[in-house]
């Protein structure tokens, strides 16, 4: 690198001590001869070793230049030293010698190698025809020389004109490679390989000024090796190097196809071959036929056409070859664009239709016939005409459009879709189509959609179970305090409004229920429950909203218990969901209709199906109905959650939700497990001794707290009670306790941990915990050495607790104390 970044101050050096040694040497013409000569040689050769050192760095087209490059090197150097044997024995016209081919070959070659325009890339797929290109026009280069110089050159009296026209020719292609090299740098504006140009350029320009000189000398015999003269030589040599030193590597991936890149024309081969004949044959009627060179040049320009005729068939060859390939890529990248999913549609400049790919057609509804009459602007929706004629004209300008459109289909719907403009251009950049590639994003949008509006229902969802929390715990108040005056007073007048007040509360607290139901999951708890109670107490809860949207709800439930192992509030939601589905079928219907449901046990399993009088499900939509987001509904009327959930859901009790087949309708069936009721017997105590069942209340809210005391003291127990975890864990290390209620969510420890604290320092404990809460989250906080703990959820009745205190206190009914419950 730091060799590269002096070369010029190198060349710059060698070019002064050149002339210097020349000077001091002028005396001495054996000796400035042989440095002249070995400077010349040297300078080539530099270039030489460069180009072939740095072989691998060039690939295709970049490769071929380089290559053809070297080769006139290596031919110009072999001239020379030919040349250089001759002048030594005192030759008197040296440059008309079979050396001279080659010494003009060098001279050729980097004007010739040109013609690969390495600035265009590798173009892998063009090196064999470009390599019949070039070598025709150094076919043609030759037959010139030989022609005009070396025919003549076997003729004594002509040898003097034919060294003239040498001279002329050499300036010609010097003139002809700088020209060259200055109109490579102009389009290779953009391009790396702009530099290697003018470094080439500077190169030809100072040697087509000193060649002037150089053959003013010649032509008058005064030219000597190793003086001032063979700068036109060394610099140019000097330049080369340096540029091949500099050069550009080829960029190691290229696409196996670029289609802005066009095949080169034929007339590179056709030109130079059909100029042979004609510069030959028309030259002989020029001249005369009776000129003394005249056989030499009927045999010449013969021999050179057949050559030429040849190369011109392996062009013609190797090109077929090339179209073959590329007309194979095209099948192969039109098949793709058929098989695509996204929609692809071609354009002409004027706006008409040039392909539109299947998936277009099928999403527009048009055959191919119909559409190729259509224009751009006619399948836009009909709210935005002006859309189409303003990304054409912006793709005309910018070259490319992004952005969404909304699609009309031919039976008049619409669809939108994610789209993509780009513009095609000639060589002449003017635009000659317009390529559309778009993508349908209906489900995409749907999607983001539910997604926001699942997202508004967290939030509601947080909102209403915090307000829930703070009302549970007043109406668990309510309850209690209304159920111990409703037992202190049972022949009150007023019994009828505690009555009220008892059902309304209850009430109450089955909102807030059916709220953080429907918000978040219901506790993992899972006890026997009856399947035909669950049904029916969803069936009344929509019953009178059914009536109020004209729709009867039919209802038949088994005669037998249906003992099930569950969540009772999961298996709720999926009835629930299976009734709002049916509703909503029926509404959408813009009919009256009728919900069927019974529950039924079929051996293994207790089931409860729905049918409704709805339209059903499509043959297409029965195998998508159970997929998460997936709805049939507007945007706001559902998340497409409800079914996916309640598939979960059945899923996770061991049991299945499923789309039956039905004469009308859909129709749901869910089925769960069987389970079987074991209840341990009551132990007897040995003794007949009525004993006292201690109980621990720990709630920091005082009126829940006394409520509890109070029931539990009614039903015969010894209640202690703690405001927080502290106080009731030095209570149950001192005290003798039978059951322990209490609340989750309390300042400083929770109740988890204080169930942590008093089961580590007494195991007995841990089977006598029940926890109490307002907060439906916390059955979501709970871990696995919790899990086992029973739970209710306030607002609770009487009822609700003596049936858990059964469970939890067990055979200790043995007591006594329990027989009210």
């Known amino acids: 690198m730091r060799f590269r970044a002096s070369f010029p101050v190198v060349g710059l050096i060698s070019v002064a ?107 892998s797929h063009a090196p064999a025809i470009v390599g019949i290109d070039l070598a025709a026009n150094g076919l043609l280069a030759v037959f010139v020389y030989a022609y005009l110089v070396l025919v003549p050159s076997v003729v004594p009296t002509m040898m003097v004109e034919a060294q003239d026209k040498l001279l002329l020719l050499v300036q010609i292609n010097r003139a002809l490679y700088l020209s060259g090299l200055l109109a490579a740098a102009w389009f290779a ?106 056989s030499f040049r009927v045999l010449l320009t013969s021999i050179t056409t057949v050559c030429g005729l040849a190369l011109l068939t392996m062009r013609l060859a190797a090109q077929g070859g090339e179209l073959q390939r590329a007309d194979a890529r095209l099948k192969l990248l039109a098949a793709a664009t058929e098989q695509t999913g996204d929609l692809i549609l071609i354009t002409r400049a004027d706006g008409r239709f040039e392909h539109a790919n299947d998936a277009f057609r099928r999403a527009l509804g048009y055959a191919r016939g119909e559409i190729e009459r259509l224009t751009f602007p006619q399948l836009m929706d009909a709210s935005s005409p002006q859309v189409g004629t303003s990304i054409t004209q912006r793709v005309w300008r910018e070259g490319i459009w992004r952005g969404t459109l909304l699609r009309r289909r031919k039976n008049g719907s619409t669809f939108p879709v994610a789209c993509t403009v780009v513009a095609l251009r000639n060589s002449a950049g003017e635009v000659t189509h317009l390529v559309d590639v778009e993508r349908d994003i209906s489900d995409e949008l749907r999607l983001r959609d539910q997604l926001v509006h699942s997202e508004r229902l967290s939030a509601i969802g947080e909102l209403v179970a915090g307000v829930a929390h703070e009302i549970n715990n007043p109406l668990q108040t309510i309850v209690g305090s209304v159920e111990l005056m409703l037992d202190d007073r049972p022949d009150a007048v007023n019994r009828r409004d505690l009555e009220v007040v008892r059902r309304e509360a209850a009430r109450a607290g089955q909102i807030v229920r059916n709220l953080l139901t429907f918000v978040r999951r219901g506790t993992p708890d899972r006890a026997t429950a009856d399947l035909n109670q669950i049904v029916r107490s969803t069936v009344e809860l929509r019953r009178f909203h059914l009536e109020q949207h004209n729709i009867t709800i039919r209802a038949s439930y088994a005669q037998a218990f249906l003992a099930v192992l569950v969540n009772r509030d999961e298996v709720q939601q999926v009835v629930l969901n299976l009734l709002l589905n049916a509703e909503q079928a029926i509404v959408k219907s813009h009919r009256t209709g009728t919900i069927e449901v019974w529950t039924l046990s079929d051996g293994d399993h207790h089931a409860v199906e729905v049918l409704d009088s709805g339209p059903g499900v499509s043959a297409e939509m029965r195998g998508r109905v159970f997929e998460p987001f997936f709805t049939t509904k507007d945007v ?48 007897e105590d040995p003794e007949g001794r009525r004993a006292v069942i201690r109980a621990l209340v720990v709630d920091d809210e005082m009126p829940i707290r006394q409520l509890l005391v109070r029931l539990l003291e009614r039903r015969g127990f010894d209640v202690v009670e703690a405001s927080t975890s502290e106080a009731a864990i030095e209570l149950g290390r001192s005290a003798a306790l039978n059951l322990v209620i209490c609340d989750v969510s309390m300042p400083g420890l929770n109740g988890f941990e204080l169930y942590r604290r008093l089961s580590a320092a ?38 609700d607790l003596d049936a858990v205190i059964v469970r939890v206190v067990g055979g200790q009914r043995r007591l006594g104390v329990l027989e009210k419950l």
């Open 17 to 123: 001590a050149y002339a210097v040694v020349g000077w001091l040497l002028e005396e001495h013409p054996v000796a400035r001869a042989l440095v002249g000569n070995i400077a010349l040689t040297v300078s080539a050769g530099l270039a030489l070793v460069i180009i072939l050192r740095r072989q691998r760095s060039w690939a295709g087209c970049q490769r071929l230049f380089w290559n053809t490059t070297a080769v006139g090197v290596a031919f110009w150097i072999v001239g020379h030293v030919g040349w250089a044997v001759d002048a030594f024995k005192a030759d008197p016209l040296p440059w008309l010698k079979w050396h001279t081919v080659f010494s003009l070959c060098g001279g050729i070659a980097p004007l010739i190698a040109l013609l690969a325009r390495p600035h265009r890339g590798i173009r």
């Open 189 to 294: 504006s953009r391009s790396t390989w702009q530099a290697t140009y003018l470094r080439l350029a500077a190169g030809a320009a100072i040697g087509f000024i000193l060649r002037v000189g150089a053959s003013l000398a010649i032509a008058r015999g005064d030219y000597h090796v190793g003086g001032p003269h063979d700068l036109a030589w060394i610099i140019p040599w000097l330049c080369l190097a340096w540029a091949a030193a500099e050069s550009p590597a080829s960029e190691p991936v290229e696409p196996a196809v670029d289609f802005a890149d066009p095949p080169t024309p034929i007339a590179f081969s056709a030109i130079p071959v059909l100029l042979i004949p004609l510069i030959g044959y028309g030259m002989l009627y020029v001249d005369g036929f009776g000129s003394p060179t005249h």
């Open 762 to 799: 007494r195991p007995s404990l841990a089977g006598a915990f029940l926890f109490i809460s307002a907060d439906s989250s916390a059955s979501d906080q709970i871990a696995a050495d919790v899990a086992h703990v029973p739970m209710l959820r306030k607002p609770f009745t009487a009822a």
């Open 636 to 683: 706001g009327e559902g998340t497409g959650l409800g079914l996916s959930i309640s598939h979960g859901i059945a899923s996770a009790h061991g049991g299945v939700l499923e789309l039956r087949d039905s004469i009308a309708g859909a129709r749901f069936r869910l089925s769960l497990p069987i389970h079987e009721q074991t209840q341990r017997p009551p132990r």
